[in-house]
C-alpha cells in the first residue's frame, strides 16, 4: 500500500494481523479447553491454527481487492463473495459459496454459543458455587437459550454503527492475547500484570477509537488495537519484574509447567514440592 494513502502503509497490516490474532481470542476458540486430550495438543492447535488463519485471512483479502475490479461487485459490495463466484463458475459455483458461507456462519455461531455456555457454567457459577456436573449442563443450556434470545432480539434492532461496533469489538478483543500466549510460553506473567495489562490496553484502544474515529494521523496505518496491545504488552512484562509473584503462586505455575514438560517427554508427572532435594 502507498504510504501518501489515507489509511496509512501499515493499515493492511494491522487489519490482517489484528483479525488473524482477535480469531483466537474469542471465546468459542476456549471450547478446545474443554474437548482438547492434553496441553501438547493445545500448544499444536495454537502453533498450527494462528498461521493458517492467517494465511486464508490473506487469501480472502486479496480475493476482496481483485474483485474490486468487477464492476457488478464495485456497485453491490455486501454480496461480492456471490457475485464473483456467479461469474467465476455459473450456478454450480455459486451454490458452493453458499454452502461455504452456510457452513461457516453456523459453525462460528455454535462455538460462540457453547463457548459461553462452558464459560457461564464453569468459570463464572461454579467459580462460586459447588456444583454436580449435571447441574453444570443445565447452567450452561440455560445460559445458551438466554444467550440466543438476547442475540434475536438485538438483531431486530436497528443499528447504523453495527460494523463499528465490530472493528472495535476486534481492537479490544486481542488485549486477551498477551496473558493468553505469553502465560503458555511464559512463567514469570503474574495475575495483576494480566489484568493490569489488559484493562489498560482495552483503555488505549477504545480511547484512542472514539478520540480518532479510527483514523489515527501518528499510527501510520496502524489501528488503535494495535496501541493498545504495545501497552499491554509494556505494563505485563513491567508487573512480571516489578511484582513478583508470591511463593504459593509460583508452586502452582511451576507445577503446571511441570505438567506440561512431562506430556511433551512421554513421562508422569511429579510435583516440583515432593521431588527429592539436590545436595
Known amino acids: 500500500m502507498p504510504v501518501d494513502t489515507k489509511e496509512g502503509p501499515l493499515y493492511l497490516f494491522a487489519l490482517m494481523f489484528t483479525g488473524a490474532l482477535g480469531g ?12 482438547a486430550d492434553g496441553v501438547r495438543s493445545l500448544k499444536k492447535s495454537a502453533a498450527l491454527a494462528v498461521p493458517l488463519t ?7 483479502l486479496i480475493f476482496g481487492m481483485l474483485a474490486s475490479k468487477v464492476p457488478e461487485a464495485v456497485a453491490k459490495p455486501d454480496d461480492v463473495w456471490f457475485i464473483v463466484s456467479k461469474q467465476a463458475g455459473g450456478l454450480v459455483l455459486l451454490g458452493l459459496a453458499g454452502v461455504v458461507l452456510l457452513a461457516a ?4 455461531t455454535d462455538g460462540n454459543i457453547q463457548a459461553y455456555g462452558a464459560q457461564l457454567a464453569n468459570d463464572l457459577v461454579g467459580n462460586y458455587v459447588q456444583l454436580e456436573q449435571r447441574q453444570m449442563i443445565v447452567i450452561a443450556k440455560v445460559g445458551m437459550l438466554l444467550l440466543t434470545l438476547l ?4 438483531a431486530t434492532l ?4 453495527l460494523f463499528s461496533l465490530a472493528v472495535l469489538a476486534y481492537q479490544g478483543i486481542i488485549q486477551l492475547s498477551i496473558p493468553q ?5 511464559w512463567r514469570r506473567g503474574s495475575r495483576q500484570g494480566a489484568f493490569a495489562g489488559m484493562i489498560l490496553g482495552f483503555v488505549t484502544a477504545v480511547g484512542l477509537e472514539v478520540a480518532y474515529g479510527g483514523q489515527l494521523p501518528f499510527g501510520y496505518g496502524l489501528t488503535s488495537g494495535c496501541f493498545g496491545l504495545a501497552v499491554n504488552l509494556l505494563v505485563y512484562v513491567a508487573c512480571a519484574y516489578l ?13 503446571l509447567f511441570t505438567v506440561v514438560e512431562a506430556n511433551r517427554e512421554g513421562r508422569t508427572a511429579v510435583p516440583p514440592q515432593t521431588r527429592p532435594a539436590m545436595a
Open 54 to 60: 492467517f494465511l486464508f485471512g490473506v487469501a480472502l
Open 151 to 154: 442475540a434475536s432480539w438485538l
Open 105 to 108: 456462519s453456523m459453525g462460528h
Open 24 to 35: 483466537w481470542c474469542w471465546p468459542y476458540i476456549f471450547v478446545r479447553l474443554f474437548t
Open 181 to 185: 500466549f505469553l502465560g503458555i510460553f
Open 243 to 255: 511484582l513478583p509473584q508470591s511463593a504459593e503462586e509460583q508452586q502452582r505455575v511451576d507445577e
Open 158 to 161: 436497528t443499528l447504523p454503527a
